[in-house]
């Protein structure tokens, strides 16, 4: 837990100042509002300099409060936030003549669920499912709207050899799964770490390629004394360790 600002060493009691480091401290007390504060409160009494340090705590427990409930927001919310960005930018990509169509679907649907009769509940339950486009199903058991189902890319397969030619559906799951025990046990099995190096990796060829690429570039960044150490003989022959102690133990040297 991170002291109190008024506490910091790179702190200044008489302008109420954090500064970032120690020289920047120095050049601020050697500013003229630093020696006018300083001497403002000098002229002060104990009491009425405690409540500066009391008035800087109340601002850290008010930042606190503001940073926690800023972090709780993001937690809630972070999934919507990501989906209406990716949704903006998506549409963002999009030509006119597509975004004319959308509206287009859009309004005949509109219009074609306004036009439908509504029935009783006991009628509609015992009725089948209504679902041509064959959208998966809410928490309602009903089929989820089409915005939504067009949102999460719900009508994209990915595949992963992986995890034994299992199919995701929806970007948003197939991210997820590098993270999950399916793809995390088949590369177990390929006796690959999981890392995220092989995030958007399927392939089985792919992730052992890449794992002896990583491999060879580890070797290559390893420090080898008898090939990177030099030596020098008496006669101010320089080469590496390995040479210098063969020579050596042949007695050349």
Known sequence: QAPPTHRDPFYALPTDFLCASEGALKGHMQGKKYKKAQSELMAKSVAEQQ???????AHDRELCRLESLVQRYR?????????T?????????????ELEAEAEEAEAEE???EGEVVEDEDEDEDKPIYNPLNLPLGWD????????????GLGIEFKCEICGNYSYWGRRAFERHFQEWRHA???RCLKIPNTVHFKEITKIEDALALY????KEAEEHTFRPDAEIECEDSEGNVMSMRAFEDLRKQGLI
């Open 85 to 97: 960005v990716n949704h903006i930018q998506k549409k963002q990509s999009k030509t006119l003549g």
């Open 75 to 83: 937690e809630l919310l972070g999934d919507t936030l990501q989906e």
């Open 51 to 57: 409540q500066r340090a009391e008035a800087s705590l």
């Open 141 to 152: 058991g009903k089929p989820i709207a089409y915005w939504l189902y067009k949102l999460h």
């Open 212 to 215: 002896e690429k990583l491999k």
């Open 185 to 187: 046990f088949g590369m």
């Open 111 to 113: 219009a074609e669920s």
